[in-house]
Every structure is written in C-alpha cells, then in structure tokens.
Nanobody, 131 residues
Framework: QVQLVESGGGLVQAGGSLRLSCAASGLTFSRYDMAWFRQAPGKEREFVSAISGSIGATLYATNYADSVKDHFTISRDNAKNTIYLQMNSLKPEETAVYYC????????????????????WGQGTQVTVSS
C-alpha cells in the first residue's frame, strides 16, 4: 500500500520560509517522479514543482511553475524515501494546502506538471502566509 505523508506546513509571515517534507512508503521510491501541488480555497489544484526519478545518465530533472521558480527548491533523498520543498520569500497568495504526489515515471513529459499524471497523493499540509 502506497502512502505519502506530508509535514512541515504551518503559519509564517510574508517573506518567511518553510520546508515541506513528504515521506513515501510502499513503492520503489527512486523510480518515481515526485511532485508538489497546492490548492487554495475555491481554486483548482495547481502544479508547484516536480522532480524525476533517475533518467538515464542524468541524476534528476526538475520542473517548476513560473510563479515559484525563483524562490522554491525541490529536492529528494532516495535513502530516506523523502522529497522536500524549500519555500523562501513566501507570499500571502501562496497560502494553500500543499500536496505531495507520485508518478510511476511513464509520463511522456518527465517530470509532469499535470495533475492527471500522478497516481498517488498525500493528504496535504496547510501553509498559511500572513501579510
């Protein structure tokens, strides 16, 4: 049974930082592309960032939404079956529930920014950025 468990959310002032973690179990973690999405109240779930499993000789590929690429960083630790999202310079409009997701790596675009590409999802962690 695949489980994805997010942690690290909380309340932070605008301009502050948080690091989210997502611990995975029940899958061959190194092979999976992993991603972060977020969903604000009344809005659709949106892509934030993703990191591939190993692709050939390249270690990992990453992908970021344009709105976050200058202040968020995604990483993974295969030894710990965990991905991270370092979020700096947070803005009130980034308040949302942040979800971790896993894709078995068969998407054409890797890592995919599409919600539909991901097979497994965590329960989410709330991030609230106050102004």
């Amino acid at each position: 049974q695949v489980q994805l468990v997010e942690s690290g959310g909380g309340l932070v002032q605008a301009g502050g930082s948080l690091r989210l973690s997502c611990a995975a179990s029940g899958l061959t973690f190194s092979r999976y592309d992993m991603a972060w999405f977020r969903q604000a109240p009344g809005k659709e779930r949106e892509f934030v960032s993703a990191i591939s499993g190993s692709i050939g000789a390249t270690l990992y590929a990453t992908n970021y939404a344009d709105s976050v690429k200058d202040h968020f960083t995604i990483s993974r630790d295969n030894a710990k079956n965990t991905i991270y999202l370092q979020m700096n310079s947070l803005k009130p409009e980034e308040t949302a529930v942040y979800y971790c997701a896993a894709d078995d790596g068969r998407s054409i675009i890797r890592p995919s920014p599409s919600v539909a590409a991901y097979d497994y999802w965590g329960q989410g962690t709330q991030v609230t950025v106050s102004s």
